[in-house]
């Protein structure tokens, strides 16, 4: 498995299979959660808030695909890093690095979805977390 730079999040996240996905240095990262957020208590529509968290693990993790299976269409096939707080995803958003930073041993990424790709952008805090 090749390193990664300490402190900083992927460059790029790879649809892998259903669950998974694969970094620029080969590293596999896992869908742990999904957590969907109606953007007011009296709303649900499409444009609820989306969260994820993603963990690195080793390939032979690539077994069974997340429980939660059936909800990662919702997600987007590509990840690309447009800064320490930005990600762009094939799925024309924005996806804002909610925390970064590691468990034990293992790196670990929340994503949070934001707008459309030119719609303008919500500020969430953010936590980043060295090693």
Known sequence: M??????LPPVRLNWEKPGYYR??????WKVLSLQFT??????????????V??????ECCLGHPPPMFSCL???????KNL??????????????????DW?????????????????GIHSFPRRMHTR
Not at 2 to 7: F, S, Y
Not at 23 to 28: A, M, V
Not at 53 to 58: I, N
Request: proline share 7%; with cysteine; hydrophobic share 35%.
């Open 23 to 28: 970094d620029e240095n080969q590293r596999i």
């Open 73 to 79: 269409d919702c997600l987007p096939m590509t990840w």
């Open 38 to 51: 109606p953007d007011h208590p009296t709303h649900s529509n499409p444009d609820d808030r989306l969260s």
């Open 53 to 58: 968290r993603l963990l690195q693990v080793g």
């Open 103 to 119: 468990l034990g041993d293992r790196e670990q990424l929340e994503l949070e979805m934001g707008n459309k790709i030119g719609r």
């Open 83 to 100: 800064s320490l707080e930005l990600y762009s995803g094939s799925d024309a958003r924005l996806w804002i690095i909610v925390e970064h």
């Open 2 to 7: 090749a390193a990664a730079p300490l402190g």
